[in-house]
């Protein structure tokens, strides 16, 4: 491909580009009072970002932009999930912004261009632009912990994540270079060619993989690089939270498939030990140390590094199978976060945040609708059919099975009983006990509505799974 | 009726949505919520009559079969289908269901549209487990089982409640993963989920026994056996009548249903190789759990126990198969074994479910569940005695009532495998006479305890009515259980063929 044709296929993360640039140029012009502008425009952008993604559906799968970038149907799926779900983020956000007096622009325009980055390492088709990606979507995320500045606890999350960031990110390159020392390429295509010529135990590769997956590793928060992940997701507010633990999630996917499986497949012997190491560790530590937590978001911080344990099995596993059940894994994770994150922003009002675990008491008597709710999206977290949660479990338990390593599924579900404890405790608060707080609830309607539709997607997807697996499935053949 | 309607589906889903439309209803209009719960109850018993009607007991393949696509990606289908161990558990299960939304008519005051809407859609998905035909489908309804039940014992329960319905969970929960990772294993080698494929499905003696084993966590929880069946007095103690009934009379049956239907014939030599574990666990329940009943004080406890041993006879007559045909050569008696347990199943869920219901009853007055707050109750209450009687007869298996129906046979069948199995499992008409008989003595007879007793008033016309349906059942299958053998004699038949042939 040559002159503009090339830059076709990159379409949509143009046209983001400069619609982020409108939305941040347009915002220092808007009054206080019309803030609510940046706000539409910026899901105006999301939507005219699916619309050109919709547009230039790639047929089969186009590398261009001399290699640097590709898009196939994984690619799509994963930007289209993605402004979805931070169209979804910014609307939760908004009114619990508006009540704390936080409601600026910055939200939306870092929020627009942390998505930008997850679009590029969704397409990155060379260690640079996975790099450059990761680092634009990273540097976003900082300021986004930080946005609440006179909350202490913010700052110190921010700085723990940017310094450990950091530290992980410089990782990740010295493993890339490595790589570079050994393949003589940053593009991933020449890298899985030469890594098909590669003996699995050669010393370098060894070295160069442990340092590139401790980046990754770091990014998705999975044991032992995990320890930042708590302290972030209670330090940020909940709207920052929320986009961590739902766009970033798929980031990490991104990343992990690009480098792991596409560049570096033919060494599944080299990597697959590790991943079930880091695998076990997370699922292990993930649920264990989740029960002791009585702060909602540091206990669905722990919850999300047990996820990743299960994302990270689906990967072990080398097969296609297994690849479909992990980015299954991950969108299944993605709706049920999403949902749990809501159900505290629509706890919350000004002056208080619904953040303990006893907040959630008695919220039967308050609104058995969102108790209802709630209970679905927990339930469907621990992996109880029939609920979304479990068929994600099941597909990386299946393709683990199919690999031969049947002792890491029985490692797998021992560790999801253990788990189901902590989120039967929340149904317990919600129904066994009577309410601590009678305010009703003040949300106002479209949020209502939209976290109603993203519970019932959690039980929907769970009686008619098929629709996901589908997607997923496709995405990867 | 037209012979094509999707009977089984109508079966699982007219009271799971009926169960939303209650609870749409909501609690204030609890009236309303009442009888719409009632009139899908009702419904769905009526629903469940042709299954009985129309089937065929001249076969043993599933018959009313529905198959359609469900999740293509897995090979997992919708397919449903009943033969003739599935009928009767759910007509059982259609049955008590009604039984029970009556009993809680009036003694459920919190939240009563939830309570109902509870107990429907509990009842679809018990349903949907006797009727799967697809593996995974079966797990699926076996798991959702738990998240009703886990809020009937949490919201509707007594004072220790949590704690119960967290151990109720967490236990079952932990034996039925172990179920799925051998499901699974068996579709990888076997390329299905369907049952009467991993039915037919060769396995090597390793591979069996570690799915017996698997299996056996989950089945032996639910049924349950010592020495995991400590789940069962807490859940059972602090659960609400309703609840109550409903684990006794069918979440029990689940497990003797699973060794039925999964462990026999998928896993025929592993059962073989252990089926000294499964006797020695079984005559373990009858005679040990069997004294611990005699000690209880806690009226909802004794009973508790007592169903433990009952379903101790269950599993003996299921696993006794290879010791008859050891000791006699002829496999004649083995299906006596699994008749026995089958009718053991059906007579316990009427009989434990009577039980319970008339516990909730001196319960609902007095709001104490010890035996010592009682005393001659049969002078205020003597309609209430009269049935009481009658259930704690059956429950000790006097002949004529159904009691006497299932453990015969299994003593029979065990003799023919060893006098002393027959020998200890024959105890039971002893403890099982003693725990019960002694229980109605201090509760019934006997001068007028205190004054609360003195001022009970006797059963309403509400309670006599779900008490007297009850103990017609329970007679009329102790008199009469010709219906329920012949109905599945085919099925058996072919089942004991089928565990005797070796799969290596």
């Known amino acids: 491909m040559n002159g503009m044709t090339q830059f076709a296929p990159a379409t ?47 047929d089969g799968r186009v590398v261009t932009l001399s290699g640097a970038f590709v898009a196939d149907p994984l690619s799509q799926l994963l930007k289209l999930f993605t402004c979805g779900v931070v169209a979804v983020t910014f609307l939760y956000a908004r009114d619990y912004l508006r009540a704390r007096d936080l409601f600026k622009g910055e939200y939306f325009v870092l929020g627009l261009f942390a998505t930008l980055g ?59 270079s490595i790589l570079y020392g050994v393949t003589g390429s940053l593009d991933l295509g020449e890298i899985a060619q030469r890594a098909g010529e590669l003996d699995r135990l050669d010393i370098h590769i060894l070295v160069a993989l442990s340092f590139i997956l401790v980046g990754v590793a770091f990014k998705f928060g999975a044991v032992p690089f995990h320890m930042w992940l708590p ?32 560049g570096l497949g033919e060494l599944h012997g080299s990597w697959a030990d590790m991943l079930a190491v880091l695998a076990v560790l997370s699922m292990a530590i993930g ?163 939209v976290l109603s539709l993203n519970g019932l997607l959690v039980l929907g997807l769970g009686i008619f799974p098929q629709a996901l697996i589908a997607l997923s499935t496709a995405a990867l053949r | 009726m037209p012979t094509n309607l999707p009977l089984l589906s109508i079966l699982i889903w007219l009271p799971i949505l009926g169960g ?52 293509p990606a897995f090979d997992a289908w919708y397919h449903l289908g009943v033969d003739g161990i599935s009928m009767p558990l759910i007509l059982l299960t259609t049955f008590i269901t009604v039984l029970v939304v009556i009993a809680g008519w009036q003694s459920i005051t919190s939240r009563p549209a939830q309570y109902f809407a509870a107990f429907l859609i509990l009842e679809g998905i018990m349903i949907g487990v006797f009727s799967a035909v697809d593996a995974l489908l079966f797990y699926v309804f076996w798991e959702a089982m738990l998240i009703p039940m886990f809020i009937i014992i949490g919201v509707w329960g007594g004072e220790r409640r949590v704690y119960a319905t967290l151990k109720f969970f967490l236990y079952t929960f932990l034996g039925s993963v172990f179920m799925l990772v051998s499901l699974i294993y068996l579709r990888v080698a076997s390329g299905s989920y369907d049952i009467p494929t991993l039915h037919a499905w060769p396995l090597g003696m390793t591979e069996q026994m570690l799915i017996f084993l698997a299996f056996l966590a989950a089945f032996a ?52 190789a252990l089926d000294w574990l499964m006797i020695s666990l079984s005559l373990i329940a009858v005679v040990y759990i069997g004294f611990v009943a005699l000690v209880q004080n806690d009226m909802k406890k004794l ?60 319960y609902d007055r007095m709001h104490s569940r010890e035996i010592s707050a009682y005393g001659g109750v049969a002078n205020t209450m003597p309609w209430f005695a009269a ?51 002694w229980m109605v003595k201090r509760v019934l007879y006997g001068e007028v305890a205190n004054e609360s007793v003195a001022a009970l008033e006797d059963i309403g016309r509400r309670e006599f009515f779900v008490l007297s349906i009850l103990a017609a059942a329970v007679l009329l299958l102790g008199l009469w259980p010709a219906p329920l053998i012949d109905a599945m004699a085919v099925t058996l038949q072919a089942l004991a063929d089928h565990v005797v042939q070796s799969k290596l």
């Open chain 2, 387 to 437: 049935f009481f009687v009658l259930f704690a007869m059956a429950n000790a298996g006097l002949p004529g009532t159904s009691g006497f129906v299932g453990e015969f046979l299994v003593i029979l069948a065990s003799f023919k495998a060893n006098f002393w199995y027959a020998a200890l499992a024959a105890t039971t008409l002893v403890l099982g006479a003693a725990y019960t008989l």
């Open chain 1, 231 to 262: 302290d972030v997701y209670q330090g940020a507010i909940t709207p920052v939270t929320l986009f961590i633990g739902t766009a970033a999630k798929i980031a990490s996917l991104a990343m992990i498939y690009r480098v792991v499986v596409e």
């Open chain 1, 12 to 58: 949509a993360e143009i046209f983001l580009m400069v619609a982020a640039c409108v939305v941040l140029l347009s915002d220092l012009f808007l009054a206080e009072r019309h803030r609510i502008v940046t706000y539409w425009l910026a899901l105006a952008a999301l939507l005219g970002t699916a619309l050109c993604l919709a547009g230039t559906a790639p």
């Open chain 1, 118 to 176: 997850i679009f590029v390492m969704i397409s990155a088709h060379s260690m640079l632009s996975l790099y450059l990606g990761l680092e634009l979507m990273s540097l976003s995320l900082y300021a986004m912990v930080a946005f609440n500045r006179d909350s202490p606890m913010a700052a110190e999350a921010a700085m723990k994540y940017f310094i450990l960031g950091a530290i992980a990110t410089g990782c990740f390159l010295y493993g890339t």
């Open chain 2, 221 to 272: 929880v639910k049924v349950p056996m010592w020495p995991v069946h400590t789940w069962l007095p807490d859940a059972h103690v602090e659960a609400p009548t309703g609840g109550s009934v409903i684990l006794a009379a069918i979440m029990l049956k689940m497990g003797g249903y699973g060794f039925l239907r999964f462990s026999l014939p998928v896993t025929p030599d592993a059962s073989q």
């Open chain 1, 287 to 449: 649920n264990i140390v989740a029960i002791a937590q009585d702060n909602l978001k540091r206990m669905l911080a722990y919850s999300t590094i047990s996820h990743v344990g299960f994302i990270l099995l689906g990967i072990m596993a080398g097969s296609a199978g297994g690849y479909q059940a992990a980015v299954y894994y991950t969108l299944a994770y993605v709706i049920m976060a999403g949902a749990a994150f809501g159900m505290i922003i629509l706890l919350s009002r000004r002056g208080f945040e619904a953040e303990a675990i006893d907040d959630f008491r008695g919220l039967n008597a308050r609104s058995p609708w969102f108790a209802a709710i709630m209970l679905i999206v927990m339930f469907s977290m621990a992996g109880v059919p029939p609920l979304l949660g479990f068929y994600a479990k099941f597909a990386v338990l299946a393709a683990v099975i199919e690999a031969g390593r049947t002792w890491l599924a029985v490692a797998g579900v021992l560790f999801s009983v253990i788990g189901a404890y902590y989120y039967l405790r929340i149904v317990k608060v919600m129904y066994f006990e009577a309410p601590a707080d009678t305010q009703p609830l003040a949300a106002s309607l479209d949020l209502r509505v």
């Open chain 2, 303 to 362: 009973i508790a126990y007592s169903s433990i041993a009952h379903m101790g006879f269950v599993t003996l007559g299921l696993f006794i198969a290879w010791r008859i045909l050891d000791n006699t050569g002829a496999a004649e008696g083995i299906v006596m074994g699994l008749q026995g347990g089958m009718v053991q199943m059906i007579s316990h869920g009427l009989i434990s479910g009577a039980m319970f219901l008339c516990v909730g009853v001196l």
């Open chain 2, 20 to 71: 939303l439309l209650v609870l749409a209803t909501g609690d204030r209009r609890a009236p309303l919520a009442r009888q719409l719960a009632l009139a899908v109850a009702m419904l769905t018993l009526l629903a469940s009559l042709p299954l009985w009607i129309r089937f065929d007991p001249t076969t043993a393949a599933m018959q009313f079969t529905e198959r359609a696509a469900w999740i």
